[in-house]
């Protein structure tokens, strides 16, 4: 059971990243997927959410406008575009699937975005 994030990396505010989430060993097709961000010294963010078919999405105030989250089941895959990157982006962004009562929830090791000129 395993998700693993990629894609980060340093932007120039205004530019644009997209993340993925690589998922493993879980029943990845009948689970939502969310994606949280921690700053440094602050507390997690949760950030956006998607339904199992690609459904029932919905975003934070503070990036909403800007991120945009999707899915594709087929290769167990989800994603987080973001645009217009502003500083205050700047954190460890996590993706986050459901892993049944054995597991619970399954966080991925983290990706790492910094917005900086």
């Known amino acids: 059971v395993q998700l693993v994030e990629s894609g980060g990396g340093l932007v120039q505010p205004g530019g644009s990243l997209r993340l993925s989430c690589a998922a493993s060993?879980?029943?990845?097709?009948?689970?939502?997927m969310r994606w949280y961000r921690q700053a440094s010294g602050k507390e997690r963010e949760w950030l956006a959410i998607?339904?199992?078919?690609?459904?029932?999405?919905d975003y934070a105030d503070s990036v909403k406008g800007r991120f945009t989250i999707s899915r594709d089941n087929a290769k167990n895959m989800a994603y987080l575009q973001m645009n217009n990157l502003k500083p205050e982006d700047t954190a460890v962004y996590y993706c986050?699937?459901?892993?049944?009562?054995?597991?619970?929830?399954?966080w991925g090791q983290g990706t790492q975005v910094t917005v900086s000129s």
């Open positions: 060993g879980l029943s990845f097709s009948r689970i939502n």
């Open positions: 986050v699937g459901w892993g049944g009562a054995r597991y619970g929830d399954v």
């Open positions: 998607i339904g199992s078919a690609g459904d029932g999405i």
